[in-house]
């Protein structure tokens, strides 16, 4: 399976979607079997979805086709989720114009102080108190259209279609953590980190690689009950009614240059019912 982006600014939803017959038309012959493409107008970026035997050969369908080549093609590693980064493929008539961004926001959730709760509590308590984290978060990921992507054991990757979404889920997620520290026993914190990007290649066979390499850095510099989000993602939100603090640049493992960052301030959010 391969990944192929294009950066085309000017061409319109029903030129892409002619293309995309011409790619179907010379598919064949080169054992390639496009499947759907992503599109973002505004941006003139353009991701298909392909089967196929190489690179080369993806290419060379776009080649014979209309001459629109990629400025990059990723091969999908196979176990990866696909469908839980994408949720449902966009799947349309050929020939029928559509426009839908690849653009997707990682989210993390981490339990702040594990070992300490393991400590203090056991492994059966520590345990207990995940399995309540879990079923906040999957419970709010349903309510809120986002996807699972992997367990990381102190927490939840996730990805969402909708930067709103993700932070209007983000802030339920905490909300909720809130009303059952209020009544239960034992309590804990949870630091939620998040931010917004397309498919990129980094050299590995990573879909959303820098993008899931900052909402994990963001999550780990976010102290307890907090939600930081990056400035591209708080950007994303403008005119939405969400409120944020300005966190200013933080310095983020891994990445060279400071991060302008974002707190949601949650505890003003309505509650999702």
Known sequence: MYLDRHDIMGITAQQLADAHIQDLAAQEKHCVQYH??????????????????????????????????????????????????????????????????????????????????????????????????????????????????????????????????????????????????????????LRIGMTVGEPVTNGRSDLFGATVQIAARLCAVAGPSEILVSNTLHDFCMGKSIPFEDRGAVRLRGIKEPMQTFLVQWHVIPQSE
Not at 61 to 82: C, F, K, M, N, R
Not at 138 to 155: A, S, V
Not at 160 to 166: E, G, P
Not at 167 to 189: I, P
Request: charged letters at 20%; aromatic letters at 8%.
């Open 36 to 189: 759907t493409y992503w599109f973002d107008e505004e941006k003139g970026s353009v991701f298909c979805l392909a089967e196929g035997p190489s690179k080369e050969a993806i290419a060379a369908v776009h080649g014979e086709a209309h001459g629109q080549l990629a400025s990059w093609i990723l091969e999908i590693d196979q176990t990866l989720p696909l469908n839980s980064y994408f949720g449902s493929l966009p799947s349309h008539p050929p020939g029928a114009p559509y426009r839908e961004s690849a653009m997707r926001v990682i989210a993390f959730t981490d339990m702040c102080g594990s070992v300490t709760q393991t400590q203090e509590l056991g492994d059966e308590g520590y345990i207990l108190l995940l399995e309540i984290h879990d079923d906040i978060v999957r419970t709010q990921l349903i309510e809120h259209n986002g996807r699972e992507i992997k367990h990381t054991g102190d927490g939840i990757m996730a990805a969402f279609n909708s930067a709103v979404s993700a932070v209007l889920f983000a802030a339920s997620v905490q909300q909720l953590v809130l009303s059952h520290n209020e009544t239960a026993d034992h309590q804990f914190c």
